[in-house]
């Protein structure tokens, strides 16, 4: 008999929900996080036995336990989720059911799970992104010290002549230890993105997809990769505009009966795509190819809409180079499991219900 599995996952503990094929619930148990707890509920299900669970805070693990052991998971989308399953009474107990009887219907508005490889380029170019973040403000907080007291200085302040200027500059003690903790923390970030910046490199040279996205003006080997990470399988998208609007970069539209309204850009999706773009839209904007386009835009609706309009037509670019170019490099799959079995092969005996199989990504993709 099939069964179906819903799991509420939270930082410390999860509850766990085990429906049956003809909805009745047989399980719903709360657990601590952690692989020998979570077996000893699911670990005696079939191989393949679908598992669903919300995109929520630290879910990066559960994925690799369900993975390892042969379930099938299914990443929901929470927004989607709540506009489709929204209820009076909301506890864990009723989450967990309500996402193992969604699954159970074919109903879940499911999230693209990206390969592990993908996950770790996505930790690594968001770590990257974050430290350089973070030496920014550390740069902008020094140069908020010496405007305080009235110092300005044309050239760079973080070569030698600079950070000469900075240590002569006649400032309180208080002010004094800011600028000094704050270059401190500057030297010790520099040689770590300098190391990130190698693995970047790296990357960027074994994906021949970089090259190809580094034609688009404001595009880079960082920003390429970037791009990469985030969309994952351009083959998601059956269209430049799908792939737009997965990205938050189409407008909201409210409509009833006659009346249409179109308001700002949704930002569902990847923040991290949509900052990354904009930086290139940047560049972009200035270039011979866009330009035209940006100063019209920006003289009827104002730069800032302008820069967005700018950033979705290089999303469109980069969605026709991708789609068109060689597959992505192949990804080597892990070894089939066994639920509960480790290195186990999965029984034929357990294949997927019918009416539950999908292309990947394909319907009801919302990550």
Request: proline share 7%; glycine share 8%; with cysteine.
């Amino acid at each position: 008999m099939s069964v179906y599995v819903g799991i509420d996952v939270h930082r410390k503990r999860s509850q766990v929900a085990v429906v049956t094929g003809d909805g009745t619930v047989q399980l719903n148990r709360n657990v601590v996080n952690g692989t020998e707890p979570m077996l000893k509920l699911i670990g005696g299900l079939p191989a393949g036995t679908p598992v669903a669970f919300e995109a929520a805070f630290g879910w990066g693990w559960l994925v690799e336990l369900l993975e390892d052991y042969g379930f099938d998971p299914h990443l929901v989308h929470p927004l989607r989720c709540k506009a489709i399953a929204s209820a009076r009474l909301k506890n864990d107990k009723v989450d967990a059911a309500t996402l193992a009887q969604l699954l159970r219907a074919d109903l879940l508005p499911e999230a693209w799970i990206a390969p592990p490889q993908v996950r770790q380029l996505r930790a690594l170019l968001r770590h990257r992104a974050s430290l350089v973040r973070l030496g920014t403000g550390l740069r902008n907080r020094i140069h908020a010290v010496a405007a305080d007291h009235g110092y300005d200085r044309s050239a760079s302040y973080w070569t030698g002549p600079g950070r000469g200027w900075l240590a002569e500059l006649d400032l309180p003690p208080a002010s004094r230890e800011v600028i000094t903790d704050c270059l401190a923390a500057i030297d010790q970030l520099t040689p770590v993105i300098e190391r990130l910046d190698g693995e970047v490199h790296r990357h960027a040279r074994a994906d021949p997809r970089v090259k190809l996205l580094a034609t688009l003006p404001g595009v880079g080997e960082f920003t390429a990769l970037m791009m990469l990470a985030e969309i994952g399988d351009i083959t998601r998208f059956p269209s430049a505009r799908k792939l737009a609007a997965w990205a938050g970069l189409t407008p909201t539209v409210r409509g009833s009966d006659v009346k249409v309204r179109h308001g700002h850009i949704s930002k569902q999706g990847s923040a991290w795509l949509r900052w990354v773009l904009n930086q290139a839209a940047q560049t972009a904007k200035r270039s011979p190819q866009f330009a035209p386009t940006y100063a019209a835009i920006a003289k009827r609706r104002g730069k800032k809409i302008a820069t967005i309009a700018i950033a979705r037509k290089l999303l469109t670019r980069a969605y026709h180079l991708l789609a068109t170019a060689a597959p992505a490099p192949a990804v080597t799959a892990a070894p089939a499991t066994t639920a509960g079995k480790p290195g186990g092969s999965p029984s034929s005996g357990h294949a997927r219900p019918r009416g539950m199989s999908r292309p990947a990504g394909r319907a009801r993709s919302f990550d």
